[in-house]
């Protein structure tokens, strides 16, 4: 695994994301060229704009990063709180 994705035609550290929008950016202003797209807030201020499928792909890559299996996760709680069920008994 890589420690970059790609946003925007860019190589971004995976770990330089501060925070990634989860919804797109409306402000009204005619001439805004980044309506639609979310932004991924880097650290120092700075930010790159992601489409949606960029966006995901982020968030796939933060979470392989950090070692997270979301469907994994989900089943790990079930059978943890299966266990303390039956301990009760």
């Excluded at 695994?1 to 330089?16: E, G, L, N, Q, T």
């Amino acid at each position: 695994m890589s420690v970059f994705c790609v946003v925007d035609d860019k190589h971004v550290p995976v770990f330089r994301i501060m925070w990634i929008a989860v919804t797109p950016h409306f402000c009204g202003e005619e001439d805004c060229v980044r309506e639609g797209y979310y932004e991924v807030r880097l650290e120092q201020g700075e930010s790159v704009w992601a489409n949606a499928k960029e966006r995901n792909h982020v968030l796939e890559q933060i979470e392989s990063w950090q070692g997270i299996d979301p469907a994994g996760e989900e089943e790990e709680e079930e059978e943890e709180e299966e266990e303390e069920e039956e301990e009760e008994w």
